[in-house]
């Protein structure tokens, strides 16, 4: 049976990091027009020359190929937070939140984000055996609470700071 082209050693190997790299090179020339203005030839050979250093070259290449899929899952998970963020911060004349309800919703969207992430991961029995089954567990929540307690405190302090008679 054939291989696909899109998941062959090919393509995932040459010619897709050869694409990005050119692309990029390209597009940071353009933007900055550090060869000149309106020098979209030699743009493009610089950036055809840093793509066929970066195939010729296999340590830079696999880091390249290894970092895309961890960019790839970044990118998706910024959407992700962005559309939510944009739910919530919808600038309209009639809104009908105040900035503390909207900081409120900004850091529940974060923490069911991040929850999410580390359940599709397949990390969430880990994480709650090391912090509620293991010995270190205790110790963690220990320490948090110490925290808590001196950030409060300080932000005791420095609120009644201002309400001095």
Known sequence: MAEPIFISGFFLTYLLPFALIFTLVFAILQKTKLLGEDKKQIDAIV?????????????????????????????????????????????????????????????????????????????WDTLTNYLFNDATGSQIWINALVIIVIAGAIIAVLSDKGKSS
């Open 47 to 123: 950036g055809l020359l840093v793509g066929l250093f970066l195939i010729a070259f296999p340590a830079a290449r696999d880091i390249v190929v290894k970092l895309m899929p961890f960019l790839a899952v970044c990118v998706a998970i910024l959407l992700v937070f962005m559309l939510l963020y944009g739910f919530v911060s919808g600038k309209k004349e009639g809104d009908i939140l105040s900035k503390g309800w909207k900081y409120a919703f900004y850091a529940l969207i974060a923490i069911s984000l991040i929850i999410a992430l580390i359940v599709i991961t397949g990390y």
